[in-house]
């Protein structure tokens, strides 16, 4: 893996395999991907990762979302809402 700078125009010729608003991953050849930021105020960084690694990133983001769930749901969840009314 390593972080770069990348060129809006250097990505011209591919095609995004997922994106969103600000992030965009790319396939760029030989089980190798780019996840850019894409952020119009700033330079464009991409990080560049093999297919596994691909998978491991996907994995340990998968592991803090169900923690940063656990905390929101615990908060909203029904009993504590009871327990805080005055």
Do not use: C
């Not at 093999?50 to 656990?70: E, P």
Request: glycine share 4%; charged share 20%; aromatic share 6%.
């Amino acid at each position: 893996m390593n972080f770069t700078n990348v060129e809006k125009a250097s990505l011209a010729e591919l095609t995004p395999i997922a994106e969103s608003d600000q992030l965009a991953l790319y396939a760029i050849g030989d089980q190798t991907y780019l996840l850019v930021q894409r952020h119009e105020g700033t330079q464009w960084t991409a990080l560049r990762i093999s297919g596994d690694g691909v998978f491991r990133v996907s994995s340990l983001l998968t592991d803090a979302t169900r923690h940063m769930y656990k905390d929101v749901s615990a908060r909203l969840s029904p009993r504590n809402l009871l327990e805080a009314r005055p």
